[in-house]
């Protein structure tokens, strides 16, 4: 139990800050009645600008996947699907993860992708899609707005990307030294 305490910690954590920021992101960026509809492609919103040039808050709903991929599937396959495809994951990442004995930053990047995934599939079962509200632009031009579970996936998938380039480097330097003539 004590070999899987970051994975279990860490992924409560995510989830919980995940969670506690869209609650506060629905409850004061929400039309005045406070109710999100339960279809998000009509959520309407406040937006409150922090940094006019490039930094919103500004509360949507996805019901597909990253940019929205995913939107045109029939409702009755969409959080099921979605749901399965988070447990495959999940199963996955807890496989990599005990395997990963010795790799730290390992360890923490699959941690941050299991309660990124944990905290977006709570929003699509208990309402249908995954509430976003950090939007990031350069005027007119908007990347999809996205929430801190998605932070956590991304950051967990650079974190894996630089472990598998140090990994890289680590075997070149012990081949070389293997090779060198003493």
């Known amino acids: 139990m004590q070999r899987y305490l970051l994975l279990i910690v860490g ?4 989830v919980a800050l995940d969670q506690w920021t869209k609650v506060l992101a629905a409850t004061s960026l929400a039309l005045p009645n406070g109710e999100l509809p339960g279809d998000a492609s009509l ?32 409702e009755g396959w969409r959080v099921p699907l979605f ?6 994951a999940a199963a996955v990442i807890v496989t990599l993860y005990r395997k990963a004995e ?19 599939i709570i929003d699509r079962i208990r309402l249908g899609y995954v509430v976003d509200f950090i939007d990031w632009h350069l005027g007119d031009k ?14 967990g998938v650079g974190l894996l990307l630089i472990d598998m380039l140090l990994a890289g480097r680590h075997k070149k330097a012990d081949e070389a030294a293997r090779i060198a003539p003493d």
């Open 11 to 14: 992924t409560i954590v995510t």
């Open 43 to 74: 959520i309407r919103t406040r937006i409150h600008v922090v940094f006019e040039s490039w930094f919103n808050f500004r509360l949507a709903g996805n019901q597909g996947v990253a940019f929205g991929l995913g939107n045109t599937l029939p």
């Open 83 to 88: 749901v399965l495809i988070t447990a495959v």
């Open 102 to 120: 010795q790799q730290g930053l390992q360890r923490v990047a699959l941690t941050l992708i299991l309660g990124g995934a944990f905290g977006n």
């Open 142 to 155: 908007h990347w999809p707005t996205f929430n801190i579970a998605d932070v956590a996936i991304s950051v």
